[in-house]
């Protein structure tokens, strides 16, 4: 699995947008990317991925580098319920069977609010 | 369906006792993952299967790790011969097999090895 890189934490405002940076500079034209993000206490939870063109769903908005080596997820309205540690994980889509189909996880980027 | 279910969610136990978590999957998921997460770090991959299939588990810890899914349902993962390392969240994922879909995760089975 490609890995990437996150900040370690960041912090934001309550009610402002946030920009959550990854690279993955050894990024293969297969791999999806991925985030996801781990509330207190609870399992990770899917918040959105793509491939190449930026996406938009009702969690959150990624917006992917033209050359695909990193990608930005965007909370456009933080709130206290948005803090959690956010993980960018790639995933190859051509994958069949064999060796680690699993996601493989760094430390993430654990996001602060403040109210 | 409620998702993806782990029982049990806390277990203490003894040194040297062995322990088994169940993870009941979504049930049109043929897929099924286990994770372990120990505290500040983002989930290990352990293992996974396609229906009863388990085609990885390489990244199992040692051999006193085992999981089985045997009707490509449930599927239970076993720690023999517990130890204090061995405390930690054992997280069970499930997801379809194409592979740019997404895994819903479990809240976990948290160990605790006394």
């Known amino acids: 699995d490609a890995k990437t890189t996150q900040p370690n934490s960041m912090e934001s405002n309550e009610e402002e947008p946030v920009h959550l940076p990854c690279n993955h500079s050894?990024?293969?034209?297969?791999?999806?990317i991925h985030w996801y993000r781990q509330l207190p206490s609870q399992g990770p939870e899917y918040v959105i991925h793509g491939l190449t063109s930026n996406v938009n769903n009702r969690m959150a908005s990624l917006a992917i580098a033209e050359d695909r080596k990193s990608s930005t997820l965007i909370l456009h309205r933080a709130t206290l319920r948005d803090a959690a540690v956010y993980y960018c994980?790639?995933?190859?889509?051509?994958?069949?069977?064999?060796?680690?189909?699993?996601?493989?996880f760094g430390k993430g980027t654990h996001l602060i609010i403040q109210p | 369906d409620t998702g993806v279910s782990q029982n049990p969610r806390h277990k203490i136990t003894k040194r040297g006792q062995n322990v088994t978590f169940r993870c009941d999957p979504i049930?049109?998921?043929?897929?099924l993952y286990w994770y372990r997460q120990t505290l500040g770090q983002g989930p290990e991959f352990l293992t996974y299967f396609q229906n009863e299939a388990q085609l990885e588990k390489s990244r199992l810890l040692s051999d006193r790790f085992s999981a089985e899914r045997p009707k490509g349902s449930f599927s239970t993962l076993e720690i023999q011969r517990t130890e204090q390392g061995d405390s930690a969240m054992y997280l069970c994922?499930?997801?379809?097999?194409?592979?740019?879909?997404?895994?819903?995760f479990g809240a976990g089975s948290r160990l605790t090895v006394l």
């Open positions: 994922a499930s997801s379809l097999p194409s592979g740019g879909n997404v895994l819903t």
């Open positions: 994980i790639l995933r190859d889509f051509t994958y069949s069977g064999g060796g680690a189909d699993g996601l493989t």
């Open positions: 050894t990024i293969s034209g297969t791999d999806y």
């Open positions: 049930s049109e998921h043929n897929r």
